[in-house]
DNA sequence: CTATTATTGGACCAATCAGTCCAGAGGGAA
DNA sequence: TTCCCTCTGGACTGATTGGTCCAATAATAG
């Protein structure tokens, strides 16, 4: 569960002991962080090779689309961990309440550790490639719709009919999504415990929804 | 009104007839747009200059700190800007359930009559620019302080408790930007409708927050 | 008018960008 | 050994980057 703790860098990639991650992982992983940390189109190829300390020629056999080919990866791979931690959560035995307050302060605690250096990596590829980077575009629509998918499984699974679901899905995408934004300008956790908070309260429990008109 | 209508680029600068805006305003217009579109780092100085069919002396001579000091200049009309919407929406006469959702049906609707080419400006720029450029972090901290205020006086204004008004007002400028994000990954405005839809069941009424433990 | 300041226009620069290319290291399989 | 293929290492390139500099041109003041 290490999305849900917040820790994006952990991964696999360390089957054994202390062997070193290959070369393919370990520039994901640097991607990752640095695009995090300054969005896409600030990290220059040159900085991703120097902290994945790979050669030039490894990001293009790898990549063959470069560094687009490597925003792709980096989507999917961030999907996956999202969709795995969410799975979990759906057949954990925690309360749906302390589910959405822990994924706020995971966050927070997430934003606050690394000094407000690191925030949404598909939410700052969202608002630097939609409208011109058309594969990671794609792959961008493909992981929202994957992670809102697992949300709503998350809200299925804990007594929710379908299209309740799929709506605070959204919701609760969007407010922790939008916190964390918030969180960084402000660089207080205010937001992010308040949204956890509001969360916790308004799509815990399926009687609160009121929403039958 | 022109920001809870969901436009970003009209703003002043055109007091009489048919003149042109003076190039400073042109220049941060230009900006504003193409930052929506693509985000800060991707779009370059010689674009901005095209765009704003300015030349690159006055670039320097309007910000001497180049692009980041034409970033705290848009940082701070746009602030202006929404923070002027959300006084006049609270003095004026309509419900809170209406205006937040006129809120999100407004940023929908420009969503997609630009294609989602464009997004939330504030938002790019916090993630991309937070860690590394203190002038501009310096900028949306103060602005993202600014348009919570706003945001809380118009709760006020509706008759909440200010401590209950500032933490709604978390709330809802976490999820309208998140939603809009969300919106623009997968191309639709699903996420955008729910998040107005939302915050009007739970937030209009002063009643419904039972959160006074 | 002249003097002064504000603004424009654009040539120019060093640094950096993403991407290309290829020689050769490494490691199984035969 | 030899063959084959994956992967590494890094030199190189043309385009583009943000920024500097300064002469030419309004615009305003006296």
Chains 1, 2 share one sequence.
Do not use: C
């Not at 040159?46 to 020629?57: D, K």
């Not at 939609?130 to 575009?137: M, Q, Y």
């Not at 605070?168 to 939008?178: E, K, M, V």
């Amino acid at each position: 569960m290490s999305w849900l703790d917040g820790d994006t860098t952990a991964g696999p990639g360390d089957p054994s002991s202390g062997r070193r991650p290959p070369t393919r992982a370990r520039l994901i992983r640097a991607f990752m962080t640095l695009v995090q940390q300054r969005g896409y189109a600030a990290v220059g190829t040159a900085e991703i090779l120097a902290a994945a300390a790979a050669p030039r020629g490894s990001l293009y056999h790898h990549f063959p689309d470069g560094k687009s080919g490597l925003a792709v990866a980096a989507v999917e791979e961030l999907t996956d961990d999202i969709t795995g931690a969410l799975q979990q959560a759906a057949v954990s035995k925690r309360s749906l309440g302390a589910l959405l307050k822990q994924m706020a302060s995971a966050r927070a605690a997430w934003l606050k550790q690394t000094g407000w250096s690191e925030g949404p990596l598909l939410g700052v590829l969202t608002n630097e490639t939609v409208p011109h980077e058309p594969d990671i575009a794609a792959a961008l629509a493909l992981a929202s719709e994957a992670v809102t998918g697992a949300f709503t499984n998350l809200f299925i699974a804990r007594g929710f009919p379908p299209d309740v679901a799929r709506r605070h899905a959204q919701l609760a995408r969007a407010t922790l999504d939008g916190a964390m934004t918030l969180s960084r300008a402000a660089r207080s956790s205010e937001s992010l415990v308040e949204a956890g908070a509001f969360l916790a309260r308004h799509l815990a429990t399926p009687d609160s929804i009121g929403d039958t008109p």
